[in-house]
């Protein structure tokens, strides 16, 4: 399957995310494709291609409900994760990440020095900006929801002085790797002490599990820091690689997601599915 295959399927996920959400109960099959302009049958093999189960499991796991059941089934106390080894075995697949962090003065000089190469490319989420140094990537926005302006702006605003050059061919190799999950993907960590901390954290959640702010917080060392934490997961610059939308609230509630409620939702989904398979 294509990159651009999947970014199609995640549009067409997305439409049905709302007829979902708009829905008291779940739909026939049949309503369900016929309102996405399909047949049943091509509407079911789009599905079972880009997760792998039918569109009535995938509906269960896109049900706002499905935050709790992930808690309760699939919950990770992250120090348990890193020492049974979990992290980086535990990604998609064979995905292989290695990352680096920047030191507090480099990130101090808001990106003065930095050349920062940049690209649009297509996702199993929509459309995707992704930006990298030499040493890795240090940004992954999707514009789903958002729109290419937007996501532009709030990358790039996080490193004002560096300098930015369109050059999708000089990251692509690392962006193809963490969307296919395949291969080795580079991460330039960027940001400040503590967001690096919440963001190493991150790492140690594997693929189809989540956990919380309050157990990220503990895990860090600084467990009254439980707002400090959900501030510094949702300003998380490398989505999906570094998984913040794994994290949740206690409370079971899927909290925020700096890119859109929905692209979180179709990711825990995704991962749900592709973890049950």
């Known amino acids: 399957m294509t990159d651009l295959d999947q970014s199609y399927h995640y549009n067409v996920i997305r ?12 739909l026939p099959l049949d309503d369900l494709a016929g309102e996405m302009g399909m047949s049943p049958a091509h509407f079911q093999r789009l599905f079972s291609a ?9 509906r269960q796991y896109l049900a706002l409900g499905h ?8 919950f990770t106390t992250l120090e348990a994760a890193q020492a049974a080894g979990l992290s980086g075995s535990g990604r998609l697949h064979d995905l292989f990440l290695r990352w680096e962090a920047m030191s507090p003065g480099e990130f101090a000089r808001r ?11 297509d ?3 929509g459309e995707a900006l ?3 140094t030499d040493r890795g990537l240090c ?14 702006t709030d990358l790039r605003a996080r490193w004002p002085e560096a300098d930015y050059a369109e050059d999708p061919a000089a990251i692509a190799p690392w962006v193809k790797a963490g969307f296919s999950g395949r291969g080795e993907a580079r991460l330039h960590m960027i940001g400040p002490p503590f967001g690096i901390k919440v963001w190493e954290a991150l790492l140690n959640i594997p693929s189809g599990h989540v956990t919380t702010y309050s157990e990220i917080a503990r895990a860090i060392g600084h467990p009254r820091a439980v707002r400090a934490v959900g501030t510094a997961v ?30 979180k939702r179709a990711m825990l989904a995704r991962e749900s599915a592709q973890a049950e398979g």
């Open 50 to 58: 880009w997760v792998g189960v039918s569109p009535k499991r995938y």
């Open 67 to 74: 935050a709790r059941t992930l808690l309760a089934e699939r």
């Open 234 to 263: 949702g300003r998380n610059p490398v989505s999906l690689l570094i998984p913040c939308h794994r994290a949740l609230r206690k409370s079971g509630g899927l909290g925020g997601y700096h890119w859109g409620l929905p692209v």
């Open 130 to 132: 992704a930006m990298g």
């Open 139 to 152: 940004g992954l926005a999707f514009a789903s929801e958002i729109g290419r302006e937007a996501a532009m």
């Open 123 to 125: 996702s199993p989420f």
């Open 111 to 121: 990106g003065a020095g930095l050349s920062i190469r940049y690209g649009w490319f």
């Open 15 to 26: 439409r049905a995310i709302d007829l979902i959400d708009a829905t008291d109960s779940d």
